[in-house]
Nanobody, 127 residues
Framework: QVQLVESGGGLVQAGGSLRLSCAAS????????MGWIRQAPGKEGDFVAA????????HYADPVKGRFTISRDNAKNTVYLQMNSLKPEDTAVYYC????????????????????WGQGTLVTVSS
């Protein structure tokens, strides 16, 4: 089973940028479709972005299209989420997840539906 550790969260002002990283260990990342889900306080999880095993196909939730970019480096066993033009409504815990069965175009909203996920990293955007 692959293990995932997220990093890169923090406090940023609206309009700023952050890059989240998700480092995998235990199994080759190339075996998995990867994605990000976020959960704001008191709310259900929301799909953010997902990327195919090769990295050639990416999918984004409408609220983040044009602002966030998901990428992966299978040689480094790492997935990234570049977040630009951040808004206060982007405030949430961001979870990296891996799955061998969901496609990038059908990534779920519930972290529990996926095979593996990390501990999450908190992103706080101040207005």
């Amino acid at each position: 089973q692959v293990q995932l550790v997220e990093s890169g969260g923090g406090l940023v002002q609206a309009g700023g940028s952050l890059r989240l990283s998700c480092a995998a260990s235990g199994r080759p990342l190339s075996n998995y479709v990867m994605g990000w889900i976020r959960q704001a306080p008191g709310k259900e999880g929301d799909f953010v972005a997902a990327i195919s095993r090769s990295g050639q196909s990416t999918h984004y939730a409408d609220p983040v299209k044009g602002r966030f970019t998901i990428s992966r480096d299978n040689a480094k066993n790492t997935v990234y989420l570049q977040m630009n033009s951040l808004k206060p409504e982007d405030t949430a815990v961001y979870y990296c997840a891996a799955d061998r069965y969901f496609s990038a175009s059908s990534w779920p909203d519930k972290i529990g539906d996926l095979e593996v996920w990390g501990q999450g990293t908190l992103v706080t955007v101040s207005s």
